[in-house]
């Protein structure tokens, strides 16, 4: 729900757009191994009723990518998936989450 809220047609915090529900119902959850940019292992993935991204302005930062698709996206200090990391054991998203906290905290210093 939050890559869809901040998306251009809803509070236009994220220059994307995107398409709801685009991977199928609830009933058609699954997971997938997506390529996580900068890294050789990939990032598992579980999509539940998950968006798709249709566009990415030029500024927004591709991190991972299924099937050649962006479905992990950074623009400027605010970071949206398609996916749900907080469901595998894998900590990669949100260690990139707490750098841009950081980052953010520094810049204010």
Do not use: C, K, W
């Amino acid at each position: 729900a939050g890559m869809i809220v901040l998306d251009r047609d809803h509070l236009g915090l994220v220059d994307l757009s995107v398409e709801r529900n685009a991977y199928g119902r609830q009933v058609a959850s699954f997971e997938a191994d997506l390529r996580l940019a900068g890294e050789d292992e990939p990032l598992r993935g579980v999509f539940i009723r998950a968006p798709r991204v249709r566009e990415t302005g030029e500024d927004v930062e591709v991190l991972a990518e299924r099937d050649g698709e962006p479905v992990l996206v950074r623009d400027g200090g605010i970071l949206v998936a398609s996916f749900h990391p907080e469901l595998t054991d894998d900590t990669r998203v949100h260690e990139l989450f707490l750098n841009a906290v950081r980052e953010a905290m520094s810049v204010r210093a």
